[in-house]
């Protein structure tokens, strides 16, 4: 079992950048991929962006070129630069175990034009 903790959040402007954090703990060795996923009122949850154990990146086409996805130790980090109002929701911290997921609580972000 892994817990999952984002931070980070809050109010940005547009063209601004924010990182958003999240902390896992528990059996950190099962995961297999990571990946961060967001939900604006009103529109289904997506997958904003994905690494591997091995570490290859996967991206949504609208965040590409201004969001980036890292790891280190047990922390992954989501930096998001040139940010637009369209980006304002709910970020969720994803794990992706043997045969289930793990997910956090969410932080929110709200981008201001």
């Known amino acids: 079992q892994v817990q999952l903790v984002e931070s980070g959040g809050g109010l940005v402007q547009a063209g601004g950048s924010l990182r958003l954090s999240c902390a896992a703990s528990g059996s950190i060795f099962n995961i297999n991929a990571m990946g961060w996923y967001r939900q604006a009122p009103g529109k289904q949850r997506e997958m904003v962006a994905r690494i591997t154990r091995g570490g290859s990146t996967n991206y949504a086409d609208s965040v590409k070129g201004r969001f980036t996805i890292s790891r280190d130790k047990n922390m992954v980090y989501l930096q998001m630069n040139s940010v637009k109002p369209e980006d304002t929701a709910d970020y969720y911290c994803?794990?992706?175990?043997?045969?289930?997921?793990?997910w956090g609580q969410g932080t929110q972000v709200t981008v201001s034009s």
């Open positions: 994803n794990a992706q175990h043997w045969g289930y997921d793990s």
